[in-house]
C-alpha cells in the first residue's frame, strides 16, 4: 500500500500530461486544505505550473483514484479470508484501472444469495459439470445418469443443474465479460421507438420514434433524449447486437465458445447450447444494461461538461459597469415591476405599472419611467427577456424617442434564475420588506450592471444554461458548477467593501459562515482600510487569510498593493521592483514602459520564483484588471416580436444564450431560441460549438425555417446563407430511421418486460 500515492500520482500525471512530482505536490496542497484556484495562482513554484483546468481534473480524479484503491484494498482482504487469493489472481486485481474491471474480478467471489448453481453443487453436480467439461467425447445423458438422488430425479434434472453451474462460471469470467463488452461496445446499436399509443403525447420525441444509431457514437444530446422518452414511457430504448446476423451462431456465441475451444463431440454439442442459453437468458440482458448505464454516464459527464462552459461563459461575460440602471421585470396582466439601482447596485426605489390589458395604461407607465429615469440619472435599462419582454421593449423604445436630452440604453436580459432569487433566503435577508415579484426586477438591473456579483446568489442549476440539466446526476453537477463559479469569481477578483456575503462565500476559502462574518465586521466597524484588517474578523484565521487575501481587493485602502492580484505574503517582492524604479508605487503601477525594462530574474528568491515574479510585474503593469470582455449589445429587429412574424431569409442580430454540442440556441426577441446547428456555424467544418460562440455573444444570424406548431426556428451564421440543416437533437452522419437492417419488434411500455424493470433499476443512482 506504500506505493499506492505514487501510482496514483503516475495515473494522474499522465492524463493531464504532467509529472508525477507535480500531481504529489499539488495532492499535498489540497490535502492541506489549499483551493484550486490558490494553487493555480499563488503555488505555481510549487507544481510547477499547473493550471486550473489541470488541477480540476487532478481533484476529480483523486476522489476516484483513491475510491478505487480503498475497494481494491478491500477486495483482496475479502479474497484472502476466503483463502482464494493466489499470486496470480493479486497481480490481476493490482493491473486493473477502473471500478467495473474490478467488480468482474470480485464477481466469483463476492458473498451472494443462494443461486441456482449453487443449489445444484449442494445436490452433487459440480462435479457432473467438470466432467461433462474435461471428457468431451462422452455423452452427457449417459454420464448424468451416474449422479441421480432422490433431490436430481432424472438425467435432465441432474444436466439443467450441470448447465446452471457452468452458466454461473461463463458470467463470472472477468476475461471473457471483458471480451464480449469491447465486442458490443465496436458493434452494438441504440434503438428507439415509440410506445403504441403515446405519439401525440409524446410529439416532443418524434425524432426519435423510429431511430436506430451505433452504441459507440450516441452523442450526449440524443443519448439523453432517449431516456428522458423512456422514461416519460413514450419510448422504447434496447441495445441491439447481432440481431440482424442470420448465421445459426452469432459472433457473441463465437467468443464464448472460444472460451472452451469446441468441436464436433457430444460434449461440445450440449455446451453450446448451454452458451447459446446462457447469452440468451443471462449475459445478453446483463450486458445490454451495463452498457446502457455506461451510455449515461458519458452522456451525463458531456452534458455536466457543456453545462459548466455555458454558465463560465455567462458569469464572465461583459459586465455593463457602475452606471445607474433600470430593470423591467415584465408581465402583462400582473404588469410591469420596475426597480432603479444606483451605481453600486443600491436599491433607490420601486414601482408596479400597467401599461397591457386589462388596465392599458401606456402613457401613465412611460411617464412614470421618464420621472424615473430624470429623477435616478439612469444610463441603463435592462429588460427582461420573459413573457411580454418585446412589447415592453416597443413601449420603451417609443417613451425614449419623446425623452430630450441624452437616452439611457436599452438591453434584453436573460432573467433566468430570477424568480428563484426573489423567493430565497438571500433576497429576503437583502430586502425583507420589498413585495417578493420586485426583487426578481433589482436581480435583473444589477446582472445587467455585473453578471457575476449577481448570479452567484442564485443556485447554478437554477440559471438554465445547460440541456437536460435535471437528467444528470445532481450531486455531480453541482460539484461542477460550484468549481465553475469558484473559479469565475476568483479570476475577476472580489472588492472587499462591497462584496455581498454570497459573492465572498465563493472566494478561495471562504465560505458562508465566515462570509457572514466578514459582512458582519464591516457593518459594525464600517469598511475595510486593508487587507491585513481581515484578521480581526471573528473564526477567520491566518489560513483562511493565505487563502482569500490574494482574491480581494481594496481599491482605494492604505496599501496601494491591496488593490491588486499581489498576495500580501509576496510584497516584499512587490516592493524591491518599486525600489529598482525608485519610484513610488501608486505612480509606478500602470507604467509598463519602465516594468518592462526590469530583469525579472533579479528578483528571484529562495521562497518566490520565476512565475511568481512575472505574475507580480504583469499585476503592477495593469492592476486589478478585469478579464472580462468589453460590454455590447444585440439590437432587436423592429416588428419581429413573434415566432409567426419570422420570415425564411430574415438577417437578425441575436444574442448566443446556450451552447450544446450540437450547436447554439440564440435569441432573437422573439421568446423562442432559434438554434444555429453546428453545421451551419461557420463556413468551415466545426467539431466543437464553442470554438466559434460562447453564451452571450452578439451574433449575426439568418433564418433558415421557422415551425410555428413545433416552435423551431433554424438559424445559420454562414455567410452563404446555409442551407437545410438537421432538425433539433440531429447530426448529418447520424443513421436514422430503421437503416440498420434492424429487425422489426413491437415496442413495449417501457414499465413492462424485465428489460423495462432491469432498466429502471440499472438507472437508479446510488
Not at 505514487?6 to 500531481?23: D, F, H, R, Y
Not at 426519435?208 to 432517449?226: I, N
Not at 457473441?252 to 463431440?265: C, D, N, Q, W
Not at 451525463?300 to 461563459?313: G, H, Q, S, T
Amino acid at each position: 500500500m506504500a506505493a499506492t500515492p505514487l501510482k496514483i500520482a503516475n495515473t494522474i500525471a499522465a492524463e493531464i500530461k504532467a509529472s508525477a512530482a507535480q500531481v504529489q505536490a499539488a495532492v499535498g496542497l489540497l490535502d492541506e486544505g489549499a483551493t484550486v484556484p490558490f494553487i493555480a495562482r499563488y503555488r505555481k513554484e510549487v507544481t510547477g505550473g499547473l493550471d486550473d483546468t489541470q488541477l480540476r481534473i487532478l481533484s476529480e480524479r483523486l476522489v476516484y483514484l483513491r475510491e478505487l484503491e480503498a475497494r481494491r484494498a478491500s477486495i483482496l482482504d475479502s479474497i484472502s479470508g476466503q483463502g482464494k487469493l493466489t499470486d496470480e489472481l493479486a497481480a490481476k486485481i493490482a493491473a486493473v484501472s477502473t471500478k467495473a474491471e474490478l467488480e468482474d474480478i470480485y464477481l466469483p467471489y463476492k458473498p451472494k444469495r443462494r443461486t441456482k448453481a449453487e443449489i445444484a453443487r449442494e445436490r452433487g453436480l459440480g462435479p457432473l459439470a467438470e466432467q461433462i467439461l474435461a471428457e468431451r467425447d462422452k455423452v452427457p445423458a449417459e454420464s448424468a445418469a451416474g449422479f441421480l438422488s432422490a433431490e436430481v430425479p432424472d438425467a435432465k434434472a441432474a444436466l439443467e443443474g450441470a448447465r446452471d453451474i457452468v452458466a454461473e462460471q461463463i458470467t463470472e469470467n472477468a476475461d471473457l465479460l471483458k471480451r464480449l463488452r469491447d465486442y458490443m461496445k465496436d458493434n452494438a446499436y441504440l434503438r428507439s421507438r415509440v410506445v403504441d399509443g403515446k405519439q401525440e403525447a409524446g410529439a416532443k420525441f418524434s425524432d426519435y420514434f423510429d431511430h436506430t444509431e451505433r452504441w459507440s457514437g450516441v452523442p450526449s444530446h440524443r443519448a439523453l433524449a432517449m431516456l428522458r422518452g423512456w422514461n416519460e414511457e413514450v419510448l422504447s430504448v434496447d441495445i441491439v447486437v447481432d440481431q440482424d446476423n442470420t448465421e445459426p451462431v452469432k459472433p457473441v456465441e463465437r467468443i464464448i465458445a472460444s472460451f472452451y475451444a469446441l468441436g464436433t463431440k457430444p460434449g461440445d454439442k450440449w455446451l453450446a447450447e448451454v452458451i447459446g442459453w446462457t447469452w440468451r437468458v443471462k449475459l445478453s440482458m446483463s450486458l445490454s444494461l451495463d452498457l446502457m448505464r455506461e451510455m449515461r454516464e458519458r452522456s451525463e459527464e458531456e452534458a455536466i461538461r457543456v453545462f459548466a462552459r455555458n454558465l463560465k461563459d455567462l458569469l464572465l461575460a461583459a459586465p455593463a459597469g457602475t452606471r445607474a440602471t433600470m430593470g423591467l421585470d415584465p408581465g402583462i396582466r400582473t404588469g410591469v415591476k420596475v426597480a432603479v439601482v444606483d451605481n453600486t447596485g443600491k436599491l433607490l426605489e420601486t414601482t408596479t405599472v400597467y401599461p397591457f390589458p386589462p388596465k392599458n395604461d401606456i402613457r401613465g407607465t412611460q411617464a412614470e419611467l421618464a420621472s424615473l429615469i430624470r429623477k435616478h440619472k439612469v444610463e441603463l435599462i435592462a429588460i427582461g427577456n420573459g413573457t411580454g419582454s418585446r412589447e415592453t421593449e416597443k413601449l420603451v423604445a417609443d417613451m425614449l424617442t419623446q425623452l430630450p436630452g441624452s437616452k439611457p440604453t436599452k438591453v434584453i436580459v436573460s432573467e433566468a434564475g430570477a424568480s428563484v432569487y426573489s423567493a430565497s433566503e438571500t433576497a429576503a435577508a437583502e430586502f425583507p420588506n420589498l413585495d417578493v415579484s420586485l426583487r426578481g426586477a433589482v436581480s435583473i438591473a444589477r446582472r445587467l450592471q455585473d453578471p457575476l456579483a449577481e448570479l452567484v446568489k442564485i443556485e447554478p442549476k437554477s440559471i438554465g444554461v445547460g440541456q437536460y440539466q435535471h437528467d444528470v446526476d445532481q450531486g455531480k453537477l453541482s460539484r461542477s458548477l460550484d468549481a465553475v463559479v469558484e473559479d469565475a469569481v476568483n479570476a475577476v477578483g472580489v472588492d472587499l467593501n462591497t462584496a455581498s456575503a454570497p459573492l465572498l462565500a465563493r472566494v478561495s476559502g471562504l465560505g458562508k459562515s465566515s462570509a457572514e462574518a466578514i459582512v458582519a465586521h464591516r457593518d459594525a466597524n464600517g469598511p475595510f482600510k486593508s487587507r491585513k484588517e481581515l484578521l480581526k474578523v471573528s473564526r477567520l484565521g491566518a489560513r483562511t487569510f493565505e487563502q482569500c487575501a490574494g482574491f480581494l481587493r481594496i481599491p482605494d485602502g492604505q496599501e496601494p498593493l491591496d488593490a491588486s492580484s499581489v498576495h500580501p505574503e509576496a510584497y516584499g517582492v512587490a516592493k524591491k521592483i518599486v525600489a529598482a524604479c525608485g519610484r513610488d508605487v501608486r505612480a509606478l503601477m500602470g507604467d509598463s514602459a519602465a516594468l518592462k525594462k526590469l530583469d525579472p530574474q533579479l528578483f528571484v528568491d529562495e521562497r518566490f520564483g520565476l512565475p511568481t515574479v512575472k505574475d507580480i510585474l504583469a499585476e503592477l503593469e495593469k492592476p486589478g484588471r478585469d478579464p472580462r470582455p468589453e460590454f455590447k449589445t444585440a439590437t432587436f429587429a423592429d416588428g419581429v416580436d413573434d415566432i409567426k412574424d419570422l420570415k425564411v431569409g430574415m438577417l437578425l442580430e441575436g444574442t448566443v444564450t446556450n451552447v450544446a454540442a450540437f450547436g447554439a440556441f440564440v435569441d432573437i426577441g422573439v421568446h423562442q431560441d432559434g438554434l444555429v446547428h453546428v453545421s451551419q456555424l461557420a463556413d468551415r467544418f466545426v467539431k466543437d460549438p464553442h470554438e466559434v460562440v460562447k453564451a452571450g455573444d452578439v451574433v449575426k444570424v439568418r433564418v433558415t425555417e421557422v415551425d410555428v406548431p413545433r416552435k423551431r426556428i433554424g438559424l445559420t451564421m454562414r455567410k452563404d446563407g446555409g442551407g437545410e440543416h438537421p432538425a433539433r437533437g440531429e447530426r448529418r452522419d447520424a443513421p436514422r430511421g430503421n437503416n440498420n437492417r434492424m429487425p422489426q419488434q413491437k415496442p413495449q411500455a417501457p414499465s413492462q418486460g424485465a428489460f423495462g424493470a432491469a432498466l429502471a433499476e440499472a438507472l437508479k443512482r446510488k
